[in-house]
């Protein structure tokens, strides 16, 4: 396993359109393992192939709840309800933008073994989702953000109490 450069905003391959997978290969599997080791090193949530400059239709996301889900070639069927939220990105460092998002989404995908799965997700799962599909049809979060990106490395640091 590897830990693989995460390409940044201003790099054309984000916002290029995936290709679907056709079969998972040895190289593939590799790919994913270092997805995962990526995504953990740099602390996010989620991370789609384009984001380490592959043009596949993967994503691998795991929330904090130890839950690893990796989809291959993820449609959303179902949306519904409504959030509001700030999120970031491993492709826009050290930014956050305000985002709606549906509050619950149903996605079919392929699971590594090409067997058809269907996950459910709630709240930050949801987004997670979203987001991460996003990135496989060249859209980034600060498109859809609703107003400006805030520079987290210019925020005010808050107050430590004694």
Known sequence: MAIRNIRVMGDDILRKKSKPVKEVTERIRTMIDDMYETMYETMGVGLAAPQIGILKRIVVIDIGDGNQITLINPVIVEKD???????????????????????????EALNEEMEPIR??????????????????????????????????????PEEIEE
Request: hydrophobic share 35%; with cysteine.
């Open 81 to 107: 309800g409504e959030q509001i939220g700030d999120e970031g990105c491993l492709s826009i460092p050290n930014k956050v933008g305000t985002v709606k998002r549906p509050n619950h989404v149903v996605c």
């Open 119 to 156: 996950v459910e997700g709630e709240g930050f799962l949801a987004r997670a989702i979203c987001h991460e599909c996003d990135h496989l049809d060249g859209i980034l979060y600060a498109d859809v953000a609703e107003g400006p990106l805030v520079d987290l490395t210019e925020a005010e």
